[in-house]
């Protein structure tokens, strides 16, 4: 999937993920597409519920080799 904007929250722990994908989609159009990645394995339900509450629409989440990547789309 071809993402707008990429941010590597790797490495990361809660809440820092979060912070980090709420602040790059404030800097984006609606309608564009950002790809997370994160190792937090708490960011699974972290993002799901991010994007439930924001109104973001979480595309797609992905794990390789230990690092989960997320897409989400700006409302």
Known sequence: ???DKTIDAK?????????RTKKALSEMQSGQIL???ATDKGSKS??????????????????????????????
């Open 1 to 3: 999937m071809e993402a």
């Open 11 to 19: 490495g990361l722990n809660c809440p820092m993920p979060i912070i």
């Open 35 to 37: 790809r997370m990645e």
């Open 46 to 75: 972290d993002m799901a519920a991010f994007a439930n509450r924001t109104g973001n629409q979480l595309l797609e989440v992905k794990e390789e080799g230990g690092t989960f990547i997320f897409f989400l789309k700006k409302k």
